[in-house]
């Protein structure tokens, strides 16, 4: 919600297509608590993860490292399709393409499943929901649900797979 509220603000785009080159989620956030439309860091953090904000909104989530458990998708708009995943929990790598890969669930590291194995995705259209990963590749698992970091181009009619980068 709090980036369909920022881009009701600025003419339906998150905060990415104004910040140039981002490099990790972290600094998308910071945006959104300037902007006085996040109030606490808290829910950039997760249960039993090792990213957790400190919670000073003085100190920039980007000028710190595991402040930020979630990952974010870049180039999305208020306006892209409503399954695409525009935040996820983190995955193994820093940025990427398309799905990423997570890691078995256990120890509190990044990129780890909850245990299922499922993972918690954000999608443009607001929902919160977990999404199966494939026991074996640790990816979406496409057979119980669609990846929503894969779409399909509705002018074109092919395959997109969209780039995202991770919270650190």
């Known amino acids: 919600m709090a980036l369909k509220l920022y881009a009701a603000d600025h003419n ?4 990415d297509h104004h910040l140039g ?3 990790n989620s972290n600094r998308v956030f910071d945006e959104l608590i300037s902007e006085g439309i996040v109030t606490s860091e808290k829910i950039f953090g997760s249960p039993n993860s090792d990213f957790i904000p400190d919670e ?3 100190t920039p989530l980007a000028s710190l490292s595991n402040q930020v458990h979630w990952a974010y998708t870049t180039g999305l708009d208020d306006s892209f399709d409503g399954g695409a995943a525009v935040t996820f929990e983190n995955p193994v790598a820093r940025s990427g393409v398309g799905s990423p890969t997570w890691g078995p669930a256990g ?3 990044r990129g780890r499943v909850w245990s299922g194995p499922r993972i918690i995705i954000g999608t443009n259209d ?3 929901q977990t999404f ?3 026991a074996v590749h640790y990816q979406i698992d496409q057979s119980k649900n669609p990846d929503p970091l894969v779409r399909i181009d509705p002018v074109t ?3 997109q797979e969209l780039p995202w980068v991770a919270g650190d």
């Not at 339906?12 to 905060?15: E, T």
């Open 132 to 134: 199966a990963v494939d």
């Open 157 to 159: 009619y092919q395959k």
């Open 12 to 15: 339906g785009l998150y905060p």
């Open 126 to 128: 607001g929902a919160v």
């Open 21 to 23: 080159a981002v490099r």
């Open 56 to 58: 000073d909104l003085s």
């Open 107 to 109: 120890k509190e590291i």
